[in-house]
């Protein structure tokens, strides 16, 4: 037998509840009973957005609530400014481009954050700039962008904010609200401790003329007819049924802690990573700008990266994630995000100890797992 233990930036794990939740027969969409469900899952996600707007819920993964949200701004020919500093700010330009829009791109060095100076300069040089789309955790390098600056810099122009906030939301703090982002986009499978399949937007008032406006092709991706299911409690096609259920498991679970407590706790989190990170002798690849969600760190010289997550995985059941794209086999990511909790943490910082030891990676044993021990233990 082996135990498994998922550290890795989504999936995340899943409590109990939104397992057997997921057990349950199933039950019919258009009735009583479920517009119950899809009621309370409209209202938890509104706490969780920190919005007052509706939230639609899409049968798909973060990146169809990414493209949902590029066709119904943006119709082919206009300009987007993409802030780009890692995989998913990537994707971001490639979804655009996809669709024919014009890409302007505010590059960033991966492992560092935007400065939302930057992002106010792109949008008074070119007043054609329609929707600024950005990243609340790049997940590829584990950083966390200003989207409060970048709120307030997008806010006094005629632009709209869209914010991935796939990675990061029910994580670390963001005020859909009122930190001005008119498009706010997620999936199920990170911080909302469920399994892949859902994902969620919401818009402004201000973006949702853009959707009325919009000339991009669009079917199942179209919020107007979100809308109108929405306003009836409905949804327009057949839901993620299960999903939607197990959803509300974990909002519960996530009202009954709060929002504030939930931070804190991620918080803690990152810091014992960090804290081990530092003990171990090891060097943190976004030290200016590290997240609370996820945490990358540089591979040391001389050990293989790919060979240290694989045999974490595979052989002691701890799976962490290594590097993407560039950074292949040069990182590993360590996420604390959703129901991750501090013994999770000590479990997979002793592994990756274990590892890197039998790897011959010269350090103390133990100093990791001490660091972050003592990060815990300030209570
Ligand atoms: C996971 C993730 C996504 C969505 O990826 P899917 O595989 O489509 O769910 C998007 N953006 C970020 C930052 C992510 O971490």
Same mark, same amino acid.
Request: hydrophobic share 45%.
């Given at each position: 037998?082996r135990?498994?233990y !998922?550290l890795t930036p +989504?999936? =995340?794990? *899943?409590?109990? &509840?939104?397992c057997?939740?997921q057990? @349950?027969?199933i039950?019919?969409?258009r009735t009583?009973?479920?517009?119950?469900?899809l009621?309370?899952?409209?209202?938890?996600?509104k706490y969780i957005f920190q919005?007052?707007?509706?939230?639609?819920?899409?049968s798909?993964?973060?990146?169809g609530?990414?493209?949902?949200?590029v066709?119904? !701004?943006l119709s082919? +020919?206009? =300009?987007? *400014?993409?802030? &780009?500093g890692?995989?998913?700010?990537? @994707?971001?330009?490639?979804i655009?481009r996809a669709?024919?829009?014009s890409?302007?791109?505010?590059?960033?060095?991966w492992?560092?954050a935007?400065?939302p100076k930057?992002?106010?300069a792109?949008?008074?040089a070119?007043?054609?700039i329609?929707?600024?789309?950005?990243?609340?955790?790049?997940?590829?390098?584990?950083v966390?962008f200003?989207?409060?600056?970048f709120?307030?810099?997008?806010?006094?122009?005629?632009a709209?904010l869209?914010v991935d906030?796939?990675?990061?939301?029910?994580a670390?703090?963001?005020?859909?609200d009122?930190?001005?982002?008119d498009?706010c986009?997620s999936?199920?499978q990170?911080?909302?401790?469920?399994?892949p399949?859902?994902?969620?937007i919401?818009?402004?008032a201000?973006?949702?003329?853009m959707v009325?406006?919009s000339k991009?092709?669009r079917?199942?991706?179209?919020?107007?007819r979100?809308?109108?299911?929405?306003?009836?409690?409905?949804?327009?096609?057949?839901?993620?049924?299960?999903?939607?259920i197990?959803?509300?498991?974990?909002?519960?679970m996530?009202?009954?802690?709060?929002?504030?407590k939930i931070f804190?706790?991620?918080?803690?989190?990152?810091e014992?990573?960090r804290?081990?990170?530092?003990?171990?002798g090891?060097?943190?690849?976004?030290?200016?700008?590290?997240?609370?969600?996820?945490t990358?760190i540089y591979?040391?010289?001389?050990i293989?990266?790919?060979k240290l997550?694989?045999?974490?995985?595979?052989?002691y059941?701890v799976t962490?994630a290594?590097?993407?794209?560039?950074m292949k086999?040069?990182l590993?990511?360590?996420?604390?995000?959703?129901?991750?909790e501090?013994?999770?943490i000590?479990?997979?910082?002793?592994c990756?100890?274990k590892v890197l030891?039998?790897?011959?990676y010269?350090?103390?044993?133990?100093?990791g797992?001490k660091?972050?021990?003592?990060?815990f233990?300030?209570?």
């Open positions: 037998m135990k498994n !998922l +989504g999936p =995340t794990p *899943l409590p109990p &509840e939104v057997s939740a057990a @349950r027969p039950i019919h969409h009583p009973q479920f517009q119950a469900e009621k309370e899952a409209f209202a938890g996600l919005t007052e707007r509706d939230v639609f819920i899409l798909s993964s973060g990146t609530a990414m493209e949902t949200a066709v119904n !701004l082919p +020919g206009e =300009t987007a *400014l993409v802030i &780009e890692g995989k998913f700010g990537q @994707r971001w330009s490639e655009c669709h024919g829009i890409v302007k791109t505010l590059e960033v060095e492992g560092k935007a400065d930057a992002v106010a792109a949008l008074k070119d007043l054609s329609k929707a600024v789309f950005a990243t609340l955790c790049e997940t590829s390098t584990g966390t200003d989207i409060r600056g709120g307030e810099a997008v806010s006094a122009s005629p709209v869209a906030a796939v990675s990061g939301l029910g670390i703090e963001l005020k859909t009122e930190w001005g982002v498009v986009v999936g199920s990170k911080g909302l401790m469920l399994p399949g859902l994902g969620f919401s818009v402004s201000k973006a949702w003329k009325e406006a991009s092709s079917y199942y991706w179209d919020l107007r979100a809308k109108k299911a929405i306003d009836k409690t409905d949804t327009a096609f057949t839901p993620a049924i299960s999903l939607v197990a959803l509300n498991e974990s909002l519960r996530m009202k009954e802690d709060g929002l504030e804190a706790r991620h918080h803690r989190m990152g014992a990573v804290a081990a990170v530092k003990a171990l090891l060097s943190l690849f976004a030290p200016s700008a590290a997240s609370d969600v996820v990358s591979v040391p010289s001389g293989d990266g790919e997550v694989k045999t974490m995985r595979d052989i059941g962490i290594g590097g993407q794209d560039e086999g040069k590993i990511r360590i996420a604390h995000m959703g129901y991750i501090e013994f999770d000590i479990v997979g910082i002793s990756l100890e030891s039998k790897m011959g010269k350090f103390i044993l133990g100093s797992v660091a972050a021990q003592e990060v233990l300030q209570d």
